[in-house]
């Protein structure tokens, strides 16, 4: 496998690689089916993770203020804390922080709630993400504390079928004391062509790529890069058009731009930019990063500082600039997540027990305040049908 570093040894300039880029083919963007639009938060709930959440609720989303209307919740769930809808929005797949299993509900499209079909094994402890395979056939899961990669096969009802596979992560873990002592994978992503698969492991500081094989349900290494020590790669987002993908790292906070090779499965770091504002002097580690449905901008949130870096992106080299810092309204951004029209950002604020609403300006995509907050219990995802 190859791999390389994020010291810029090398003398490449962005605007060469964007060169490169204007070369390269652009991915398909598929347009989201229009239907109800509904938002399903899921939330910590366990005595260890000091929470007070109480599981899943669902909310109807009015599509033109951004306001939320409860009309479900889901209890009896151990730290539903990550959730992923399929392609059709007919079922909802959860991950369990600190539990070794997912969960499959069914969705009922007309009122939005949610019903359970069934939970599956993961091999693993402390599911942190999943994603869906492209067919929808294979629910991909990373362990964060045992340090692996969990291949789960879904059934015609939506429901899981305990892994199939599990892969184990190496490498050396970063100097942290804490939080690196071993491999933490903590992102589940595809490229747009769905034959890869992008894991960030914020242990090994390194990110992963794996080919995927659709008629087995087979992960296998395709290569890797190594990030900053102590950098802490977290999560990833790739351009919706360009070949283009952003890694957030959580623990020096700071998003690192690459160029990808969709032909062989390869990312080549251009450029790390702070998600911190300049005057903050504080302890704080990034958290969530969410990409505008054009790739013209990119938010990252910041627990620590408590707010949402909003950055314009090169449409030609993925360059980042920063435009401007907005509070998240609440203490500990742990999630934000754009709805798929754009037009609203959402931040979760763990620690705060709240979610804040922004209006996103489609011009310059400065984020602006609705005045709506609602309550909701250490809230850690938020999943989005409709636009």
Not at 9 to 32: D, Y
Request: glycine share 10%; with cysteine; net charge neutral.
């Amino acid at each position: 496998m190859n791999s390389s570093r994020h010291g810029m040894t090398r003398r490449e300039t962005l605007a060469g690689v964007g060169a490169a880029l204007l070369a390269a083919p652009a991915f398909a963007q598929q347009p989201a089916a229009a239907r109800p639009i509904y938002a399903y938060v899921g939330s910590f709930t366990s005595a260890e993770r000091k929470a007070r959440g109480n599981g899943i609720n669902v909310f109807r989303m009015d599509p033109t203020t951004g306001a939320w209307t409860h009309i479900q919740q889901v209890g009896e769930l151990v730290n539903p804390s990550f959730l992923v809808l399929s392609k059709d929005q007919r079922a909802l797949y959860s991950v369990h922080g600190d539990e070794n299993h997912a969960t499959a509900f069914a969705v009922d499209p007309e009122s939005g709630k949610i019903k359970l079909i069934n939970r599956a094994d993961t091999g693993g402890k402390n599911g942190v993400r999943q994603a869906l395979d492209p067919s929808g056939k294979f629910l991909i899961v990373a362990n964060y504390a045992s340090g692996t990669v969990a291949v789960l096969p879904v059934t015609e009802d939506g429901g899981l079928r305990d892994k199939t596979q599990l892969v184990e992560l190496k490498g050396t873990p970063g100097p942290h004391r804490v939080r690196q002592v071993s491999s933490h994978p903590h992102d589940i992503v595809f490229d747009p062509s769905g034959r890869f698969v992008v894991v960030p492991d914020l242990g090994l500081d390194r990110t992963f790529v794996f080919r995927f094989d659709p008629a087995r349900g087979q992960l296998s290494e395709a290569s890797f890069v190594d990030g900053r020590p102590t950098s802490g790669p977290r999560h990833v987002a790739f351009h919706p058009t360009r070949p283009i993908m952003w890694i957030l790292n959580e623990l020096d906070s700071t998003m690192t731009t690459c160029v990808w090779d969709g032909e062989r499965g390869a990312l080549r770091p251009a450029q790390v930019i702070s998600t911190l504002r300049t005057d903050y002097t504080g302890n704080s580690t990034a958290a969530e990063l969410a990409v505008s449905p054009a790739g013209g901008f990119v938010y990252a949130s910041n627990r620590g500082g408590d707010d949402v870096c909003v950055y314009a992106a090169d449409q030609a080299t993925g360059a980042l600039t920063a435009v401007e810092w907005v509070p998240s309204q609440g203490k500990g951004p742990r999630f934000i997540g754009l709805t798929p029209s754009g037009r609203f950002l959402y931040a979760a604020n763990e620690v705060g027990d709240t979610v804040a609403t922004y209006r996103v300006d489609p011009t310059s995509g400065r984020l602006t305040p609705t005045g709506q907050v609602v309550q909701s219990a250490t809230p850690v995802t938020i999943a989005f049908t409709g636009g």
